[in-house]
Nanobody, 117 residues
């Protein structure tokens, strides 16, 4: 059983920054690929960023150069640093853990990010 809890969302003006955190209940870095997804009302849930156990990262084109995903192994926590935020970044952001063994996915409850113009 993997439990994920996101935090750090909020309201920010365009150009501002936020850092999201995802705390996992178990050690995730040896067997899980971690990612951040986002979903705006009426739209599908899309990948924002992901990080493998080896530290390799991938980003959606829309956030490259602005967002950074990282992890803290001692805290079992994954972060998403979001800079130069734009109104189109407004969405509910979800933490995701994908088992490298079973391919099963686990999701957090989501945290709202709202960027005003």
């Amino acid at each position: 059983q993997v439990q994920l809890v996101e935090s750090g969302g909020g309201l920010v003006q365009a150009g501002g920054s936020l850092r999201l955190s995802c705390a996992a209940s178990v050690s995730i870095y040896s067997s899980f690929v971690m990612g951040w997804y986002r979903q705006a009302p009426g739209k599908q849930r899309d990948l924002v960023a992901r990080i493998t156990r080896g530290g390799s990262t991938n980003y959606a084109d829309s956030v490259k150069g602005r967002f950074t995903i990282s992890r803290d192994n001692t805290k079992n926590t994954v972060y998403l640093q979001m800079n130069s935020l734009k109104p189109e970044d407004t969405a509910v952001y979800y933490c995701n853990a994908e088992s490298s063994v079973s391919a099963r996915n686990y999701w957090g409850q989501g945290t709202q990010v709202t960027v005003s113009s």
